[in-house]
């Protein structure tokens, strides 16, 4: 199986149950296809580098996924269908991908960003800084 990733935005204007909906559909479809989902990444609502179709915001999604180049083809014929899709992209990460090492590395790194804000949460905050008072006293910083 090849590994792609696929980003694409949607209208800024849609409701958040709109959204949930679109990016099930497109989910189903890898699904359908044969795929198999490593992720799907909501990085929610940004602004536009240029004007697309009258909107200067966009509601961005980063999928990663395995399959063969007839999904890539339908996905991307999907997305040109769907007039709530303002603009996507498709990227091959790999020829030979193995989808339970990608899906096992994808739980991994979930699990250990997890750990590490608890751990961040549960250290005590230090000063580090330092101040020479000589310094300060004679206006010099």
Do not use: H
Not at 43 to 66: D, H, I, P, S
């Amino acid at each position: 199986m090849r590994q792609y990733e696929t980003i694409y935005i949607l209208k800024p204007s849609l409701p958040d149950e709109v959204y949930e909906e679109v990016i099930g559909k497109f989910n189903a479809i890898i699904e359908k296809n044969q795929g198999v989902m490593i992720k799907t990444d909501k990085w929610g609502e940004r602004t536009l580098a240029y004007e697309l179709k009258k909107f200067n915001k966009g509601f961005y999604v980063l999928l990663e996924y395995c399959g063969g180049a007839a999904l890539t083809k339908e996905l991307e014929r999907l997305f040109r269908l769907d007039d709530k899709v303002l603009k996507y992209q498709t990227v091959k990460l790999s020829d030979r991908a193995d989808p339970e090492a990608l899906l096992k590395e994808a739980k991994g790194a979930a699990g250990e960003t997890g750990d590490s804000e608890k751990a961040e949460e549960q250290a005590p905050v230090q000063d580090t800084t330092e101040t020479n008072t000589e310094e300060v006293e004679n206006g010099v910083q």
